[in-house]
C-alpha cells in the first residue's frame, strides 16, 4: 500500500514565518515581489494608529498584477518553483529575486490577516480580492483545511476600497491609480509589531539601501505614513559625488579582474605646481603615479588572480561587479603645527561627509539589483576590514606597505545574479548567503580589488609624506641645534639656556639609545628570518623529531654483539642494520640545521664589523649546500675580484637578506617542473661596490606582479595563497630585507631582469 505524505498547517506556518528575521525583512520581501511584477512604482504606507488593532500597512505596486488563475496555481501553492524555472520577468526582462515560492509568508511576519487587490494587465477593468485569516493555520489540522476567500472584482470596487483605505490621499496617488490600473495591493492588518517613529526611520534607512541609484529612473519606490504625509515621499538611494576615490571592478570569468581608479582626494592644481616635485621621485615616475597619470584623474588597471586559486571555485564564484568609494571623515592630518600643507586635499564638509558614511558606509551586496541583508548594515563588516586594519594600522604615508583602508571610510556595492552566481545560495532565514569555499574565495576577491586600492593610495601619500620631510627637516635642524648646546662652555648660563642645554643632553640620550634599538631591531630581523626560514622546513623538522633515537653508533655496536651484519646482507626490509642508516641520515639532517640555526644568531654576528665578504658567502653557501642538495637544489657561487674586498656592518642584517632570498627560491621551486633546480649567487667589485646578483630557474615572479613588480618590497605583500585565495605566507621577508638596506649608505635592492625564474640585485659601497 501507497501513502501519501502530509504536512501540518502550523509547520508549514512556521516555515514561512522562520524565513523573516524582522519586520523589515518581510516588507522588503513584498517590495522584491513588486519589482519581479514588472512595476515602475512601488508604494509602501503606515498607517498607524493609537489603537494597533486599527493600524494597517500598505503595499501597492502598479506591476503585471495577476489573474485568477495564477492566483490559484502560484499565489496559493507554497513553495512554487514559477520563479525558478522562468527566472525573467515577462515584460521587462527582469532578472526575478526570489526563488523558493514562500515570499507571501512576509504577509503573516507583518500581521494576522491579509488582504490582497490585484488587476491583470492583460484584463481590463476586471481584478481579484483575495484575502485569508493566518491565524486558521493554527487551529487546522493539515495544510489542505486552511482555506483563503477570493472573489472577483471591478476597477470601481477599487476605487471605493482605496477611498476607505484613504489611499487616495496620497501625493502620487494619480499618478499610481487610474482607469487602466493593473498591479497589486497589498494590505495587513492585526499588526505584530509596534511600527513606532524608530522603527519606521529604521525602515526607510533599509529602503534607501535597498536598491543601487542606477535603479531608480526604471523602478521608483515610495514610502509615506497616514499621519504625516511631508515626512518621506520618494526614497532616494545612495548618491554621492563627494568622494576621494572611487574604484569600479568588473569580473567576466577567468584569473583577471578589470579595475578603473578615479582619484578625486587631491587638488591637481597645487600638485603641479607647489608639489611638482614629487613626481621627480623614482616611484611616481613610472605608471600610473606620473602627472600625466593625475591628469587623465581615471586609470585602469588588470589584476591577476594567483595560479594556486582553485579553477572550479573561481568559475563558481561567476561573474561579479564592485562599485566602491574611499571617503575619509577628516582633515586632520592635513596641516603640521607650523601650518604647512603635507598634503594638497580637496576641501570637504566633514560633518556632512560623516552623516553620509553614517548612514550608507559599508560594502553591501545586490543581487539582481536587490540587496541582500545583512552585509553592511549597521556596521555589519563581513570582509574583516576592521581585524586587517588592525593588525596594520599604519596610515597611508607613514610607510610602503601595509596601509589598511577602515571599515568605517569604506561605501560599496557588490553585483551578483542568481543566474550568473548559483552557488551563493540564500540561508534559511534570509538573512545572507551560505558561508561554504565558494562564499570565503568571493571575499578573497574582493579584498584583493581594495587593496589595488590601498597601494595606490600608500604609494601617493607616503612619496607626499617622504617629499615634505626633505623640505621640513626639522629633525636635522633640532640635532644640530642639540649639538651646539652640549658643546658651549658658557658657565653663566640663563634659566632659560640651561632648559635648553639640558633638553639637548636628554635629545643625545634619546639619540644614543635608539643606536641601541636598532642594534635590538637588527637582531629581531635576524629572528624573523629564521622564523620565515624555520617555516619552510616545518614538516620536515616535525618528522625528524618523531624519529629520532640515541645515538646510532652505540646502537649499532650493541647489535653486533648479537646479530652479525652480514645476516642481513640483500635484505630492504626487517633489516636493523638498514633502519640505523636510515636514521643516521635523519639525525644528520638535524645536525646541519641545528648548525645553520645556531650559527645566525651567535654573539659575533650582532657586532658592527669588517666583514670579509669574499669569506662570507663562501660560508653562507657551504652552510646551505646539505639542505638543498636534500631537496635535489644545486647551489654555486661566484666572486669576481672580491679578494680583500670589505663591508662595515652586522653580519646578521646580511643572513637576513641572503637567508630569505634562500628561502624564497625553496618555495619558488616547489611549483616549478624545472628538472634542474638551480640557485646561481654572483658577487663581483664594480668600482667599489659590491654588487650580488641571486637567480634562480624557479617558477619565477607570480603573475599578479607582472605590472608592478616593486611591490613584492612592501610589508605583507605575498603571492603564496591557499585555493580561496587566502594569503598564507607572511608577506615579511623582502620588506625585511629592503629595510635592512636602507639603513646602509649608497646601498640598494632591486628586481633583476632575467628570462626565465627570478633574479634580485643588491648593492652595498664596499671600504
Known sequence: MKIPFAISARTAHLIGMENFANAEGAIIELVKNAYDADADTCVVVADIREDNVKSKLFIIDNGSGMTDEIIIKHWMTIGTDDKLLNARSSNKKRVKSGAKGIGRFALNRLGTSAEMLSFASNEFGKGYVWNVDWKKFDKARVLSDVEANLEEITIDYLASKLNEYGINRLPIYDKLVSENFHGTILCISHLNDDWNDDALNGLLKNLEMLIPAELQSSFELYLYKMHDLQWSGKVNPMEYEDYDYKISAQYEGGREI?????????????????????????????????????????????????????????????????????????????RDKDGNQKYPYNL???????????????????????????????????????????????GAGQKMGGYRIRPNQIAGVVKISRLTNAAFEDKSSREGIQENAVFALFKNLLLQIISAFELDRNTIMYNLSELYKEEHPQTAQAKEIANKALESKDENLSKEAEDLKILAADYKSLETELSDKEAELSMLRGLASMGISSATFTHELRSVMLRLLPRNELLKNILLQY??????????????YQE??????????????????????????????????SNYFTLFIESWKPILLRKLIHIDLQLINMDGTFLKGFEMDLDSIFNNFVTNSISAFLTSKEEN???????????????????????????????TPDVIFNAFETSIVDNQNNKIGTGMGLFIAKGIISKYPDAMIALLPVE????????????
Do not use: C
Open 348 to 394: 570637504f564638509d566633514e560633518s556632512a561627509r560623516t552623516h553620509w558614511l553614517d548612514r550608507f558606509g559599508g560594502v553591501r551586496i545586490y543581487r539582481d539589483e536587490f540587496r541582500v541583508r545583512p552585509y553592511g548594515e549597521n556596521g555589519d563588516d563581513w570582509l574583516g576590514l576592521g581585524r586587517r586594519q588592525a593588525k596594520s594600522p599604519g
Open 258 to 334: 578589470q579595475i578603473k581608479i578615479e582619484r578625486n582626494e587631491l587638488n591637481f592644481s597645487k600638485l603641479e605646481t607647489f608639489y611638482s616635485k614629487v613626481f621627480l621621485r623614482d616611484a611616481m615616475k613610472v605608471e600610473p603615479f606620473r602627472l600625466e597619470d593625475f591628469q587623465k584623474r581615471e586609470i585602469t588597471q588588470t589584476i591577476q588572480i594567483n595560479e594556486k586559486v582553485d579553477a572550479n571555485l573561481l568559475e563558481q564564484v561567476g561573474k561579479f561587479g564592485f562599485t566602491f568609494f574611499f571617503l575619509k571623515n577628516t582633515l586632520k592630518d592635513d
Open 563 to 576: 646479530l652479525p651484519e652480514k645476516q642481513f646482507e640483500g635484505m630492504r626490509f626487517d633489516n636493523p
Open 756 to 767: 626565465k625564474g627570478f633574479g634580485i640585485r643588491t648593492i652595498f659601497k664596499i671600504k
Open 677 to 707: 633546480k638551480t640557485i646561481s649567487v654572483r658577487v663581483s667589485n664594480d668600482h667599489g661596490y659590491a654588487v650580488i646578483d641571486f637567480v634562480d630557474n624557479g617558477i619565477g615572479l607570480s603573475q599578479e606582479y607582472k605590472n
Open 580 to 613: 640505523l642508516r636510515n636514521m643516521k641520515a635523519e639525525d644528520e639532517k638535524l645536525y646541519n640545521w641545528l648548525l645553520y640555526s645556531l650559527n645566525s644568531i651567535r654573539r659575533s654576528k650582532r657586532d658592527w664589523v669588517d666583514i670579509d665578504l
